[in-house]
């Protein structure tokens, strides 16, 4: 399987950034706060803790950008996750951030 993170493999350039996130899933109501490292139109690339379960789709809320985007996971090696942007949703009643 080729690295996802190979710049090679890659068809989209994506912009580094540090940006502060929170992984937010509707069905528990949990929330994983993450670290956004570098991003595109079509994805971007999180960092999360190493124990933390990240779900197969969830929304990204980010506080700086006041944008939610609705993702689905891609790759996952060790605290970092790749994930695809589905489309946007406002941020959910219930988190406060």
């Given at each position: 399987m080729p690295d996802p993170t190979n710049d090679d493999t890659r068809k989209?350039?994506?912009?580094?950034?540090?940006?502060?996130?929170?992984?937010?899933?509707?069905?528990?109501?949990?929330?994983?706060?993450?670290?956004?490292?570098?991003?595109?139109e079509q994805g971007a690339e999180l960092r999360v803790p190493l124990e933390?379960?990240?779900?197969?789709?969830?929304?990204?809320?980010?506080?700086?950008d006041g944008i939610g985007y609705l993702c689905e996971l891609r790759w996952r090696h060790g605290t970092r996750v790749g994930v695809?942007?589905?489309?946007?949703?406002?941020?959910?009643?219930?988190?406060?951030?």
């Amino acid at each position: 399987m080729p690295d996802p993170t190979n710049d090679d493999t890659r068809k989209l350039h994506r912009q580094r950034v540090l940006k502060g996130a929170t992984i937010l899933n509707g069905v528990s109501k949990s929330e994983i706060t993450c670290t956004i490292r570098n991003m595109h139109e079509q994805g971007a690339e999180l960092r999360v803790p190493l124990e933390a379960t990240v779900p197969k789709s969830f929304l990204l809320y980010v506080p700086v950008d006041g944008i939610g985007y609705l993702c689905e996971l891609r790759w996952r090696h060790g605290t970092r996750v790749g994930v695809h942007f589905t489309g946007t949703a406002p941020k959910p009643h219930w988190h406060y951030g």
